[in-house]
């Protein structure tokens, strides 16, 4: 246990990525829940986490979990709150890009985590394919795959 | 392969931005669930004093520590995580008396602390000597050969002058207020000014 960082070093450098990848797996209105309970179950077992452990593999594995639960738990409580204005072409002040996450969130499930923790985490094909089970083939060709239908439907694809 | 099947992999990061006044709002929220959920073993803020910028850090027994920038904070923070445990946060609701109260001291409205103190990171016959020195009235000095003596070691001196120097709650434990026979200053973690500004600032008042 020993030289492992306090965990507020932990949230410091990577709570920026996690929040990212909320955003893009559990949506723009659930992302808050979704980082919070990630970093709440990683404070929790970060005593036991080994020292030379991959840390940002290991919050993702998390997010993808909380992710999943948040997403089902915002589906159960079925009150429809529409997560497009009326314009949705708009850009949001506080940066939101609504179509970009329109275009993520109508991928499938697969590709939009295989994009998600490939380009945002910045994890390696091997890793994903343990977050999202396959083979690091199958989850490069999910991402390949979905950056893709990005392109096609994303309005700005040049700029991405 | 053309550039058309290979495209230069996307900026998404730079599409998603995130604001530091986000991050701020999760990292509060992260810290008020981890305390209710007990999973914030040490909770941690800074202070400025007119001994510099204080690092104080509490467990939810009480004070643990208390650093002088001199001690370097992160360095302090890295023990702290192998000494007591990493669950550390930057949380500072659980220290707001101890800031009202050191407060109060620098500015020569408190004389006593009435705050719970942690003695975990001293144990043995330095957490004797520690456990000796608020009788040490607010303005009083006393030696290193009387506190050993109040400590039931009366020629251990030497060894409670080593419990003094690494006292982990400086100020809090009036540590500053033992001084050589000589008339020196002695050993402080905070450095010989640090010592002679808080006896210069009890005198005073």
Redesign the interface.
């Known amino acids: 246990m020993t030289g492992k960082p306090p965990f507020e070093a932990i949230v410091a450098q990577h709570g920026p990525m996690v929040l990212r990848v909320c955003r893009a797996t559990a949506g723009w209105a659930d992302a808050d829940d979704a980082w919070s309970e990630t970093f709440l179950a990683a404070l929790r077992a970060y005593p036991e986490l080994p020292a030379d452990a991959n840390v940002e593999a290991w919050l993702v594995t998390i997010a993808h979990r909380k992710a999943i639960d948040v997403t089902r738990a915002a589906a159960r409580r079925a009150v429809p709150v529409a997560d497009l204005p009326e314009d949705p072409a708009a850009d949001q002040p506080d940066g939101r890009d609504l179509d970009l996450h329109a275009a993520l969130a109508a991928l499938p499930h697969k590709q939009r985590a295989a994009v998600a923790y490939h380009y945002l985490a910045g994890l390696p094909y091997r890793d994903v394919a343990a977050i999202i089970g396959g083979s690091a083939d199958a989850a490069r060709r999910a991402a390949s795959d979905g950056i893709a239908s990005l392109r096609r439907s994303y309005p700005k694809t040049g700029e991405l | 392969m053309n550039a058309h099947t290979h ?1 230069r ?5 730079g ?5 530091s006044a ?2 701020r709002a ?2 509060d ?2 810290a008020a ?2 305390a209710a ?1 007990d ?1 914030l073993d ?1 909770a ?1 803020r800074t202070l400025d004093t007119p001994v510099g910028t204080l690092l104080l850090a509490a467990t939810p027994a009480g004070l643990v520590r208390v650093a002088f920038a001199s001690e370097d904070h992160d360095r302090v ?2 023990a ?3 000494e007591i ?6 949380a500072p609701q659980r220290l707001d008396d101890v800031a009202r109260e050191l407060d109060e001291y620098f500015t020569g409205r408190r004389r006593v602390f009435d705050l719970p103190l942690d003695f975990q990171l001293a144990t043995g016959f330095r957490r004797a000597v520690l456990s000796q020195l608020p009788a040490i009235g607010y303005g009083h000095t006393a030696s290193y050969a009387q506190i050993a003596a109040a400590a039931g070691s009366p020629r251990a001196f030497r060894a409670a002058g080593t419990a003094c120097a690494l006292n982990p709650l400086p100020v809090v434990v009036p540590c500053h207020r033992v001084i050589p026979s000589d008339g020196s200053l002695g050993r402080y973690r905070g450095g010989p000014a640090a010592k002679q500004l808080l006896l210069n600032l009890e005198a005073a008042a």
């Open positions: 495209p992999p996307p900026d998404l990061p599409a998603f931005p995130v604001t986000q991050l999760l990292h929220r992260l669930e981890a959920a999973l040490v941690y923070l890295t702290l995580a192998s445990s990493p669950r550390i946060l930057n």
